[in-house]
């Protein structure tokens, strides 16, 4: 069974989402559908590349993933089908896919499927739609248009670092609050070689220690941890590090290793 994922920025309240998965029902009945997240900040392409990249790599081979952020119509628009470690891309080429990937993916056709008048200003709901269920339907990614080399370059902000210390910001908020910075762990691992570590952010707060899991400190305690996406976190024992700790997107952080002893 064909699996297509969505990840966008309609949220729940309205129908915009439902009638997208009631126009890849009508082509391919018996496609899986599943949403990565809908609730995406409306034209956030960093944030939606940031969920979409974490989410994709449990998905089995062959998966399609629509990416609905950012896609409105414009004057020349210009829309991608990509295949990267056997799963499928397809969405607007307004950057998102050189934050989803480390390298320019082998295999990427500019889709030429022709908008139809009827929704226009939905491309989310035709064109991405119908090369998804193109896809799905067994066909080749060939077939959707002209193969192309390059894609539109947006970068995530990079960290900077030296010896003995790293300069980082935070690139997210999920839904519980937790904050999570550009800082790798193996970033942390390169400068920190095994030594003893501050992280310092707002308010003067600083933490020393990496823990495990979220109760490894007492509850209503703040702690940094290294989550699934592999990225630094600052979190507060079931609470709400954002607002309690004063973070938000783009706050810088940073971590102080002691001196070689």
């Known amino acids: 069974m064909a699996i297509i994922t969505l990840t966008t920025d309609l949220g729940h309240r309205d129908f915009y989402q439902s009638a997208v998965k009631g126009a890849i029902l009508s082509k391919l009945p018996d496609v899986k559908i599943v949403d990565i997240s809908h609730q995406i900040a409306p034209f956030d392409v960093a944030q939606a590349a940031y969920v979409t990249r974490n989410a994709c790599r449990f998905f089995p081979p ?12 414009q004057e020349r628009p ?11 891309f397809i969405g607007p080429d307004n950057g998102i896919f050189s934050l989803l990937f480390d390298e320019i993916p082998g295999k990427i056709v500019e889709i030429a499927i022709p908008p139809d008048p009827a929704f226009v200003h939905f491309p989310l709901l035709d ?20 193969s192309v080399q390059d894609i539109n370059q947006r970068g995530f902000l990079q960290p900077v670092y030296e010896p003995g210390l790293i300069r980082g910001s935070v690139i997210h908020i999920d839904s519980f609050q937790n904050v999570i910075t550009n800082i790798t762990r193996k970033l942390f691992e390169e400068v920190g070689k095994g030594r003893p570590f501050e992280l310092f952010f707002s308010r003067n707060e ?27 976190e600052i979190a507060i024992n079931k609470g709400n590090a954002s ?9 810088i952080i940073i971590i102080q290793f002691d001196e070689p002893g």
Not at 80 to 86: I, P, S
Request: charged share 20%.
């Open 206 to 232: 600083s933490i020393t220690a990496i823990s495990r899991h979220y109760n490894e400190v007492p509850e209503g305690e703040k702690l940094c941890l290294f989550g699934i996406s592999s990225y630094l």
């Open 127 to 146: 064109i991405l739609v119908k090369a998804a269920t193109h896809l799905a339907g067994g066909r080749l990614l060939e077939e959707l248009g002209r």
């Open 78 to 88: 210009r829309y991608l089908a990509l295949l990267h470690e056997e799963q499928y």
């Open 243 to 251: 607002g309690l700790l004063g973070l938000s997107i783009g706050d």
């Open 62 to 73: 062959g998966s399609i993933h629509i990416l609905g952020v950012d896609a409105h119509y």
